[in-house]
């Protein structure tokens, strides 16, 4: 007999397939639907804003972080989640900018993947708000009232460190117009996309498809969105009862604004959520009653990002509380802090 | 009982069993050589006998127990003993080893040995005869079965657990013995019953083997109450807390022993060695090996003489492929892997499986994403997530406060993690280095 090479390994000597590399991709592959959406609602505009927040993103990720980390695929989620929650009109460089600094200040200061207490792209949209309020602000109407399709939406094009010209027919979204005119929003145009807001708030339906792909190949956390969306629902129902006119129905609720694409992608990213699946439950409800109230009572007529920011910070007390009970033992070991 | 008998948590490798499922077990000639270290199981190692020159029968004492937590070692074929001395052992260190130049043309036949009349035992003699008999455990952890027989004073046993789960992947040792063997897996229970002082009896098999619930329903004896219990196929159901628990819903508390609850656990395969040292007055001098894996040339179970050396045994399954890359003893998921080819099979060896370079590759790290899979794949229920943040930090204390003791290495979270974090291999060495500091301190 010829004798082997031999290798020693520790065991298990078989490994599940699935890699964290192959999660990430799978997630920007389910994106794609969505992206295509934008595309298609908004124009060329979509794309700019999409290449140039995911170049900000792979950039910074390239320049700073460790060798090879950029195929992991982590960073070009946070650009594309960074590019969906932006208005179509929004200049170019500061869609870079928002990827650079969520890349950078939201996850490679902390350590690089898996060390970032916060959302990269929600940081970088945070940002974004901060610094430049008012063309975060401007949305386009839908292109119904658009003659080309081909015609950007804003001053996508404008030179960094310039005010953008702003010379399209703006609206409001339909968050905005329920908040500020009392008006509210059809509900099929909201589902299907036709309504003005940013990139990847208007297609609920197809960011929807994108959750359930990745709930069946168990690449996010199912609890986490249907823990938020029936809070938001079973909220706006009983809102909705109280006072008709002030509170907008449960449908509404769900399918305007920011909220689908935060249930099903910004709160589900594994990182800044909890590790355990009670952590989920307790992470979503309370997502879900922070994005109500904010919607319902705050000053802004959005809430999504700031609620999921919130509870993002929390996600290390809600791991400590909700530790599994060890088996054999009836109560969860002592001293389940994570290391500082 | 619950609907489906299974524990919580665990995780689901391919079994491919379907390699050695269905091939009937072959004996293997003896080999020119055989090596047996003193340290074959669980406990203290067995204290010398033998003298280098000395001619051996088949089955003769080469060591004896030391204490009762020890077996005595026999010899597994007639020959000289050539040589006393460090050799490789399975677990990848040199051990104390009795090496034997096997007779050529030798008949093999044991020497006339008295067959113990089992009913007529007292329980204290039966353990006694099994004890000296040298039978372990053979489901791999190898800690003698004579001492599972002796319940400490005032604990009441109600029920004897018989795995035969068999939960690691490839290993098809247990699935023979039950299918080619149901009688003497019967007649073992028959005498463990006695000695136990138990009427109840559970065979809880995975339900990918339907062949060997089928035949130990059949030839179950009229008189005895044994039921066989057909259980979830997952890893690790074959683990003695996640088998009671699946199939009495009892849970073991932590640090404590099925027998606290009532509860003896024997496997298969050790119930049909029982029986042999009964019927044949034979002590455990040979056991069933699956070899196997995609490295193998021709995947085989074998009765293999204790202390055949690897390389015999895989030489009779006609070597290994040209890509071979990794040998394992043991299953895929527990077993060591082996730096030299001239460690012998040893009592408590399930399988030989050899991997090719496909498996055996290493796969690149990625720092943890709080994915939440250990969390769900722990059968134990710990989190392995922030157990493998805190060995990397080398917090060991920290560790035991977040339950370690209760780890049993099943690699369920290695195997699961995305990252490719070795998670169990962490949780081995942290074990490791507690074991050192308290031994410093003490």
Redesign the interface.
Same mark, same amino acid.
């Given at each position: 007999?010829?004798?082997? =090479?031999?290798?020693?390994?520790? &065991?298990?000597?078989?490994?599940?397939r699935? &890699?964290?590399? =192959?999660?990430m991709w799978s997630v920007v592959g389910s994106l794609l639907p969505v992206i295509a959406a934008a595309i298609y609602f908004f124009g060329p505009s979509a794309l700019i804003v999409l290449v140039a927040a995911t170049l900000g993103a792979v950039l910074t990720e390239r320049a700073f972080g460790p060798p090879g980390s950029v195929w992991?695929g982590s960073a070009v989620i946070t650009g594309l989640l960074l590019g969906l929650t932006l208005p179509p009109g929004l200049p170019a460089w500061m869609c870079f900018l928002g990827g650079a600094f969520g890349v950078g200040f939201g996850k490679l200061v902390f350590g #690089?993947? #898996?060390?970032n207490l916060f959302n990269p792209a929600l940081l970088g949209r945070a940002f974004l708000q901060a610094s430049f309020p008012a063309v975060l602000t401007t949305w386009p109407t839908w292109p119904s009232e658009q003659a080309n399709w081909w015609a950007l939406r804003g001053d996508n094009l404008a030179l960094p460190f310039m005010t953008p010209q702003v010379d399209v027919v703006s609206g409001a979204t339909p968050l905005g117009l329920m908040k500020f005119e009392s008006t509210p929003t059809e509900l099929w145009p909201l589902m299907i996309g036709n309504v003005g807001g940013s990139l990847g708030e208007t297609a609920g339906l197809v960011i929807l498809a994108g959750g359930l792909y990745l709930a069946a190949r @168990?690449h996010l @956390?199912w609890r986490i969105p249907v823990s938020i969306l029936a809070t938001v629902a079973l909220l706006a129902t009983l809102l909705h009862a109280l006072d008709g006119a002030r509170y907008p129905g449960p449908l509404f609720m769900l399918f305007s604004g920011g909220l689908m694409i935060g249930a099903v992608y910004m709160a589900t990213d594994?990182?800044t959520?909890?590790?355990? @699946?009670r952590g989920?439950w307790v992470f979503g409800i309370g997502i879900g009653l922070l994005v109500v109230a904010i919607r319902s009572w705050g000053g802004l007529p959005e809430g999504v990002m700031y609620a999921i920011l919130f509870m993002n910070a929390l996600v290390p007390f809600i791991n400590r509380a909700t530790?599994?009970?060890?088996?054999? =033992? #009836?109560r969860p *070991? *002592?001293?389940?802090e994570?290391?500082a | 009982m619950p609907f489906r008998l299974s524990f919580r948590h665990g995780v689901h490798p391919p079994d491919s069993k379907r390699l050695t499922a269905d091939v009937a077990v072959r004996r293997m000639p003896f080999p020119a050589e055989l090596a047996l270290p003193l340290r074959q199981h669980g406990g203290k190692p067995a204290r010398l006998l033998a003298r280098v020159g000395d001619r051996v029968e088949r089955g003769d004492k080469l060591a004896e127990a030391d204490g009762f937590v020890s077996v005595p070692i026999h010899a597994s074929a007639a020959g000289t003993v050539t040589d006393v001395g460090w050799w490789p052992h399975p677990d990848g260190s040199q051990a104390q080893t009795v090496r034997i130049a096997v007779e050529r043309f030798s008949p093999q036949v044991p020497r006339p040995r008295i067959i113990p009349r089992w009913e007529g035992l007292t329980p204290q003699q039966v353990v006694e005869a099994v004890q000296r008999a040298g039978v372990v455990g053979l489901g791999g952890a190898a800690f003698p079965t004579h001492v599972k027989l002796l319940p400490p004073e005032g604990t009441d046993v109600h029920t004897l657990v018989v795995n035969g789960a068999e939960c690691e992947p490839y290993l098809t040792t247990d699935h023979r013995t039950m299918v080619e063997f149901p009688d003497r897996v019967h007649f073992g229970i028959r005498v463990m019953m006695h000695a136990l002082g138990v009427d109840r009896a559970v065979i809880g098999v995975e339900k990918n083997k339907p062949d060997a619930i089928r035949i130990l329903r059949e030839s179950a004896p009229d008189d005895l109450d044994i039921s066989v219990e057909g259980l979830t196929v997952k890893y690790p159901q074959g683990y003695e807390k996640m088998l009671i628990k699946a199939i009495l819903d009892l849970e073991v508390p932590s640090g404590k022993l099925p027998i606290h609850m009532g509860v003896v656990v024997q496997n298969v395969g050790s119930l049909a060695c029982i029986a042999e040292v009964f019927q044949t007055g034979l002590p455990l001098i040979e056991r069933i090996v699956t070899v196997s894996g995609p490295g193998v040339r021709r995947p085989s179970n074998l009765i293999v003489p204790v202390g055949t050396k690897l390389r015999d045994v895989l030489e009779y399954c006609d070597g290994v492929t040209d890509d071979a890359s990794e040998i394992i003893l043991g299953g895929p998921m527990m077993g060591s892997p082996q730096p030299d080819l001239d460690a012998p099979i040893i009592k408590g060896t399930t399988g030989v499986i050899v991997l090719t370079e496909r498996e055996s590759k290493p796969k690149r790290s990625y720092p943890c994403i709080s994915c939440g899979r250990c969390l769900d794949a722990c059968p134990m229920f710990l989190n392995p997530s922030l157990l493998g943040q805190l060995a990397q930090a080398a917090r060991y204390e920290e560790m035991e406060t977040a339950a370690l003791a209760d780890c049993m290495l099943c690699g369920a979270c290695s195997y699961v993690c995305p990252s490719n974090i070795p998670l169990s291999q962490m949780f081995a060495l942290s074990k490791a280095a507690l074991q050192r500091q308290r031994t410093r301190v003490a």
């Open positions: 007999m010829t004798e082997p =090479r031999l290798e020693l390994t520790a &065991s298990p000597h078989l490994k599940a699935d &890699s964290t590399p =192959r999660i992991d #690089g993947l #898996g060390q @168990n @956390n594994m990182v959520s909890p590790v355990t @699946n989920a530790q599994p009970k060890v088996f054999g =033992r #009836g *070991a *002592a001293g389940s994570a290391p | -």
